[in-house]
């Protein structure tokens, strides 16, 4: 039997290399789409009963997407987690001494736009079902419908009211 002796410098080399290898695999393991960029799911397994090292209802979260892709085994359930849907606007003053308002949004907002009487229209990206005091959502209810009817044109499907400073309104699925 042969042993392959290294000089230090040799041997530090090989433990560089190694290590940039596992940093590489863990950097690819690391990458997944969670939640699943098809359909903003959470998607993972839960153990049905005992098992050798896991108990029953452990939860193992999986990449569907993954190639090749994750998926329960036997002796597992699937379960999917559908993340809601949410959208925020934040109405504000500019302290410049104009009273200027100032409108932004973080995301599912496609437009705002100033309504009549103080009042603020909005399209959401999506059909939000709930959303914080003060606003009127198309498709909600019939008074909802009948408010948003009142200040903002079809194109809009909610509007706000009354908005003063540091107002926030928030949306949800």
């Given at each position: 039997?042969?042993?392959?002796?290294?000089?230090?410098?040799?041997?530090?080399?090989?433990?560089?290399?190694?290590?940039?290898?596992?940093?590489?695999?863990?950097?690819?393991?690391?990458?997944?789409?969670?939640?699943?960029?098809?359909?903003?799911?959470?998607?993972?397994?839960?153990?049905n009963?005992?098992?050798?090292?896991?108990?029953?209802?452990?939860?193992?979260?999986?990449?569907?997407?993954?190639?090749?892709?994750?998926?329960?085994?036997?002796g597992?359930?699937?379960?999917?987690?559908?993340?809601?849907?949410?959208?925020?606007?934040?109405?504000?003053?500019?302290?410049?001494?104009?009273?200027?308002?100032?409108?932004?949004?973080?995301?599912?907002?496609?437009?705002?736009?100033?309504?009549?009487n103080?009042?603020?229209?909005?399209?959401?990206?999506?059909?939000?079902?709930?959303?914080?005091?003060?606003?009127?959502?198309?498709?909600v209810?019939?008074?909802?419908?009948?408010?948003?009817?009142?200040?903002?044109?079809?194109?809009y499907?909610?509007?706000?009211?009354?908005?003063?400073?540091?107002?926030?309104?928030?949306?949800?699925?």
């Amino acid at each position: 039997m042969t042993i392959l002796k290294l000089s230090k410098k040799a041997g530090f080399i090989l433990a560089v290399a190694g290590a940039a290898a596992i940093g590489g695999l863990t950097t690819a393991m690391v990458r997944a789409a969670i939640p699943s960029t098809a359909d903003n799911q959470i998607n993972a397994c839960y153990l049905n009963n005992d098992g050798l090292n896991d108990a029953k209802g452990t939860l193992r979260v999986i990449d569907s997407q993954a190639t090749p892709a994750q998926s329960c085994t036997e002796g597992e359930t699937a379960l999917n987690i559908t993340q809601p849907k949410k959208a925020y606007v934040n109405f504000g003053y500019v302290l410049d001494g104009t009273n200027h308002r100032e409108v932004s949004s973080t995301g599912g907002i496609d437009t705002i736009d100033p309504g009549e009487n103080g009042t603020y229209c909005m399209k959401v990206s999506f059909s939000p079902k709930t959303a914080s005091s003060g606003i009127a959502i198309r498709g909600v209810s019939t008074d909802e419908d009948t408010e948003v009817d009142s200040y903002c044109d079809s194109t809009y499907n909610a509007m706000i009211a009354g908005v003063g400073p540091y107002t926030k309104a928030v949306f949800f699925d």
